[in-house]
């Protein structure tokens, strides 16, 4: 099992969960975040007036998927994430040990 999460645009969330759904994975975690990685802050307009935005609000998605779907997910999430512009986020790949479901102690891939 592999733990695929990615920070990505907020207006691509459904888009990616879109695709990440027709690839079978129903299980998805999603939270609002605020950060910044390599992009260099640069200002934005609203309400008529520029502001300078030092930790935009970036969507977190967490999927639990089968090795075999790791490939298959990220190219997904990069096709559908990508604006071609500084910002557009990042994907981390992290192999999982291990899962059990509380509710029946199942182990293993059966748990997610």
Same mark, same amino acid.
Do not use: G, Y
């Given at each position: 099992m592999v733990r695929i999460t990615c920070m990505i645009r907020p207006h691509k969330l459904e888009q990616v969960k879109s695709a990440i759904a027709s690839l079978g994975v129903s299980g998805l975690n999603v939270t609002d975040v605020r950060g910044v990685g390599n992009s260099p802050e640069k200002p934005s307009w609203f309400a008529g007036e520029q502001h300078l935005v030092a930790l935009p609000i970036k969507?977190?998605?967490?999927?639990i998927a089968p090795d075999e779907l790791k490939d298959a997910l990220v190219e997904s999430i990069v096709q559908n994430a990508r604006t071609g512009e500084p910002g557009d986020g990042k994907i981390f790949v992290e192999k999982i040990v291990?899962? @059990?479901? @509380?509710?029946?102690?199942e182990r293993g891939d059966s748990a997610v």
């Open positions: 969507a977190k998605l967490e999927v291990d899962a @059990i479901r @509380i509710r029946t102690a």
